[in-house]
């Protein structure tokens, strides 16, 4: 349970830099 919520907060970091990035 715990891998998925890391990876879940990795991906949404990831939108967010992209979406800041622009």
Not at 5 to 21: K, R
């Amino acid at each position: 349970m715990k891998e998925g919520v890391v990876m879940a907060e990795a991906l949404g970091q990831e939108l967010l830099i992209d979406l800041y990035s622009c």
